[in-house]
Structures are given as structure tokens and as C-alpha cells.
């Protein structure tokens, strides 16, 4: 989750509340709860890497943050604002802009290229991209792992990419 830098210039500048906030969110499809209450923040001119492993719930994350799925209870807060009843459409002009596994548009561009890329698309603040987790890691300011639908671990980047049970666990390390 990447908070996009402001037009007019400093990204780092805070305000004191988060850019993202996700609150107790808890998503379902059917019987399966896939997420189990999970909180968040990102704050504005940080990079934030949420991993886990297959099946943890790091797309259904995503797609209630960006509206393609209802969550069944809890928030998410977009520059303080409610998402609930807003239209995919109307997050996006909230400014969050979700780039989903497989469907990279500029697939031919590093990760990086395509991050400074969508610094040149005004209007947006957040961007949500699904991509590898060692990748994540070193560029994030902030990691949250999720285990089966709930916050497991929360660390800078650069510790969770030094400990050996993410490591292993995540980073197809043995
Ligand atoms: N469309 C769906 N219908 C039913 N279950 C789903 C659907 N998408 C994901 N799930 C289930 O929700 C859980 C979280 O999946 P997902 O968010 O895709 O995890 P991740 O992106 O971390 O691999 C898993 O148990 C998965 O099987
Ligand atoms: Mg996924």
C-alpha cells in the first residue's frame, strides 16, 4: 500500500491521522470468513506491505479497501472518511487506485518503475499493489503479516525481512 505523493510536493507531510485506516474489518464469502477483524493504518508518504501466505486474506484486504467487497463488520477510512456505500468508482476518486495480482498494466516495468509511474496520475493518493512479498519488504516503511485472516506480526520492513520465521514462512526461505 503505497500513499501517493502530494502533486505540490512533500508526501511526508502528516497531519496526524492516517491516509488508510482499516477498523476491525471482518469480510466473508459465504461460510468462509476470510477476514477476521483486521486493523491497519498507513500514513501519508509511507509504504506499507501487508504479506502472508496463500489463502491469508491479503486480496480480500484489498478488495474491500478499494469496494469490490462488502465487509460483513468494521471500517475503512480514507483520509478520515467512511468507505461504506461507496461505489468502487467513488474510491477511486477518493484517490485509492488497486493494481490486483496478474493484471499489472505496465507489466513490462519493474515494481519501481511502476510506482514512479503513478506519481505522474494526479488526483489519487493511494496505491494498492499486489506483488511479492521480498519485494514488499524492502520497500516498505511499515509490514503487517496476516495469518489466516488476522494480524499476526507487525514490524518495519526491514525487521520483518530479518526475521527468520518470516523469512521462512514468506519469502520461500528454508
Ligand atoms: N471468491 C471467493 N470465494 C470464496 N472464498 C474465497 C474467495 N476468494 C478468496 N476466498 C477465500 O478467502 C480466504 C482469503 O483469500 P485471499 O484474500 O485470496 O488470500 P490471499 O490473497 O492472501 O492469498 C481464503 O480462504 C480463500 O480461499
Ligand atoms: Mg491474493
Redesign the pocket.
Known amino acids: 500500500m503505497i500513499p501517493r505523493e502530494r502533486p505540490d510536493g512533500d508526501a511526508r507531510v502528516q497531519d496526524g491521522s492516517p491516509i488508510l485506516e482499516v477498523r476491525d474489518l471482518v469480510a466473508r464469502?459465504?461460510q468462509?470468513t476470510?477476514?477476521k477483524g483486521i486493523s491497519l493504518r498507513v500514513d501519508e508518504g509511507q509504504i506499507v506491505a501487508l504479506i502472508?501466505?496463500?489463502?491469508?486474506?491479503?486480496?480480500?484486504?484489498?478488495?474491500v479497501i478499494s469496494g469490490l467487497l462488502q465487509p460483513a463488520t468494521g471500517d475503512v477510512l480514507i483520509q478520515g472518511r467512511t468507505i461504506r456505500r461507496a461505489t468502487p468508482r467513488a474510491i477511486v476518486r477518493m484517490g485509492v487506485v488497486h493494481c490486483p495480482?496478474g493484471r499489472r498494466i505496465f507489466t513490462r516495468l519493474t515494481v519501481l518503475e511502476n510506482l514512479r509511474l503513478g506519481h505522474y496520475t494526479r488526483g489519487n493518493r493511494v496505491l494498492l499493489v499486489?506483488q511479492n512479498a521480498n519485494m514488499a519488504l524492502r520497500l516498505a516503511d511499515r509490514a503487517y503479516v496476516?495469518e489466516?485472516?488476522r494480524i499476526a506480526l507487525e514490524g518495519s520492513g526491514r525487521d520483518l525481512l530479518a526475521n527468520d520465521a518470516v523469512r521462512k514462512s514468506y519469502l520461500g526461505e528454508i
Open positions: 464469502y459465504g468462509i476470510a477476514l502472508g501466505a496463500n489463502g491469508a486474506g491479503k486480496s480480500t484486504t484489498l478488495r495480482e499486489e496476516l489466516t485472516g
